[in-house]
């Protein structure tokens, strides 16, 4: 890099330094890493308040010897730069692009070429997957959100309520797990429709989908199920036995869905 000091430079902070010269060797190096910050991340600056700046930027340099030097900061020769733009359109960074090309074959080993993993496998879909004659999202849905695996959501929801009752014989009365009754396959597919359908008409909070206010109203919901109904469901969802967990296992807690989308991934 080339750096055009001038008459333009602010002055340094008097004691700071000894001289001029010394102060802006000692500024170059810190000037380059701002730049690079700045570049990278350009909502971050000397500029806004105390909470909102980054101290780096303050404590490597003053704003206005930030400033002089990205006004002045060069790459090669400012006055010949005109005449080689003509013919080369690297002319601004010809210097420095020349010195990183003579680098690259460093960054690689002598006769190296990329390891050849062939491809055996079958492409496109298989069984059910090819079997299925349908435009509707929903079948394809179906092939890995099976019967099956929903039966196992269920087994594992009504599980975990029983044993959360069970654990709290002395819940308020007007709790809802007081009225709690087993959930179905078919209810949990209606439940998990208007989770999917929360994930595509945005509201700010779970209670204003089944809200009666004619402004922000959506009747499909409170038509497909309650909203208690719904929350006591999501309150008690479980894909695992809490009673059997394994501690070595991070994803225990959804570990059979888990395997069994993977399973259903490799099948079709």
């Given at each position: 890099?080339?750096?055009?000091?001038?008459?333009?430079?602010?002055?340094?902070?008097?004691?700071?330094?000894?001289?001029?010269?010394?102060?802006?060797?000692?500024?170059?190096?810190?000037?380059?890493?701002?730049?690079i910050l700045i570049r990278s991340n350009p909502g971050?600056?000397?500029?806004?308040?105390?909470e909102s700046r980054r101290p780096i930027f303050c404590?490597?340099?003053?704003?206005?010897?930030?400033?002089?030097?990205?006004?002045?900061?060069?790459?090669?020769?400012?006055?010949?730069?005109?005449?080689?733009?003509?013919?080369?359109?690297?002319?601004?960074?010809?210097?420095?692009?020349?010195?990183?090309?003579?680098?690259?074959?460093?960054?690689?080993?002598?006769?190296?070429?990329?390891?050849?993993?062939?491809?055996?496998?079958?492409?496109?879909?298989?069984?059910?997957?090819?079997?299925?004659?349908?435009?509707?999202?929903?079948?394809?849905?179906?092939?890995?959100?099976?019967?099956?695996?929903?039966?196992?959501?269920?087994?594992?929801?009504?599980?975990?309520?029983?044993?959360?009752?069970?654990?709290?014989?002395?819940?308020?009365?007007?709790?809802?797990?007081?009225?709690?009754?087993?959930?179905?396959?078919?209810?949990?597919k209606a439940f998990f429709g208007l989770s999917f359908?929360?994930?595509?008409?945005?509201?700010?909070?779970?209670?204003?989908?089944?809200?009666?206010?004619?402004?922000?109203?959506?009747?499909?919901?409170?038509?497909?199920?309650?909203?208690?109904?719904?929350?006591?469901?999501?309150?008690?969802?479980?894909?695992?036995?809490?009673?059997?967990?394994?501690?070595?296992?991070?994803?225990?807690?959804?570990?059979?869905?888990?395997?069994?989308?993977?399973?259903?991934?490799?099948?079709?």
């Amino acid at each position: 890099m080339v750096l055009l000091h001038s008459g333009m430079l602010p002055a340094p902070e008097p004691g700071k330094h000894g001289n001029r010269e010394e102060y802006y060797r000692d500024e170059e190096g810190g000037c380059g890493i701002l730049v690079i910050l700045i570049r990278s991340n350009p909502g971050s600056s000397h500029r806004g308040n105390a909470e909102s700046r980054r101290p780096i930027f303050c404590g490597t340099m003053p704003l206005s010897v930030f400033y002089a030097y990205l006004g002045l900061l060069r790459f090669n020769a400012h006055e010949t730069r005109a005449a080689r733009h003509t013919f080369d359109k690297l002319a601004t960074v010809r210097d420095l692009w020349d010195l990183w090309v003579d680098k690259l074959p460093y960054l690689h080993l002598d006769n190296w070429q990329p390891t050849q993993i062939p491809f055996t496998a079958t492409p496109g879909p298989r069984r059910a997957a090819a079997e299925l004659d349908s435009d509707l999202r929903a079948d394809f849905l179906e092939l890995f959100l099976t019967d099956e695996l929903l039966q196992h959501i269920v087994d594992q929801t009504n599980l975990y309520a029983s044993q959360y009752i069970h654990a709290h014989p002395d819940s308020l009365s007007h709790s809802r797990a007081n009225v709690w009754k087993p959930v179905s396959v078919p209810e949990l597919k209606a439940f998990f429709g208007l989770s999917f359908l929360t994930g595509y008409v945005k509201k700010p909070n779970i209670e204003l989908y089944w809200s009666v206010d004619e402004v922000d109203a959506i009747p499909y919901f409170s038509r497909v199920m309650s909203r208690n109904r719904f929350q006591i469901i999501w309150r008690f969802l479980h894909y695992n036995d809490n009673e059997s967990q394994d501690v070595t296992d991070e994803m225990y807690k959804v570990r059979p869905v888990l395997d069994y989308i993977v399973e259903k991934c490799r099948e079709l």
